[in-house]
């Protein structure tokens, strides 16, 4: 499955108080994420995509993506295993004129023996042990989830 969202932020959406945008998926792992920004947004479009509180793209915490004309798109084995089954995706635009748009595209399976295509250097049953313990790992980390560097995420924004 591919989950798509066409993401506008007006000119007046700071970095101090960026734009979050939910996009609903299903449980399962992402195999794909792309981001494409279309011509005009020379760079004035930043982009970060979240799990909860935890920066998934890009991968570095306070990073953020911002391009022109360009799709920045790769492969990926993300689990989303547990609720709630969205990424949180916050968008700020430092130009003064005009609103940007970008386009977010992830790609998911759901059904484990697609899963498995994506993992084929490892055995069917080691796995699901594994997507078992990484399910396990962030239930763990649910419950202790640590202060939010960005003052933003943390009001339910």
């Known amino acids: 499955m591919i ?4 993401i506008t932020t007006a000119n007046t959406v700071t970095a101090a ?25 020379l760079g004035n479009l930043f982009v970060a995509v979240f799990d909860g509180l ?6 570095s915490t306070g990073v953020w993506f911002s391009s022109d004309k360009n799709t920045i798109a790769f492969e990926d084995t993300y689990l989303k295993a547990i609720p709630p089954f969205e990424f949180n995706v916050y968008t700020y635009n430092t130009g003064d004129s005009w609103p940007h748009t970008c386009h977010v595209r992830i790609g998911l399976v759901t059904n484990d023996e697609f899963i498995a295509r994506y993992l084929p250097a490892k055995s069917y049953e080691f796995m699901i042990r594994a997507l078992q313990d990484m399910e ?13 560097p960005f ?3 943390s009001g339910g924004g």
């Not at 935890?54 to 991968?59: A, E, M, N």
Request: charged share 20%; proline share 10%.
């Open 151 to 153: 003052p933003w995420l």
């Open 17 to 41: 108080n960026p734009q979050k945008t939910v996009v609903k998926v299903a449980k399962g792992l992402v195999y794909k994420f792309e981001l494409e920004f279309p011509p005009g947004s």
């Open 136 to 148: 396990a790992q962030q239930r763990e980390a649910q419950g202790g989830v640590l202060e939010s």
């Open 54 to 59: 935890y920066q998934v793209w890009p991968s």
């Open 3 to 6: 989950y798509a969202a066409t």
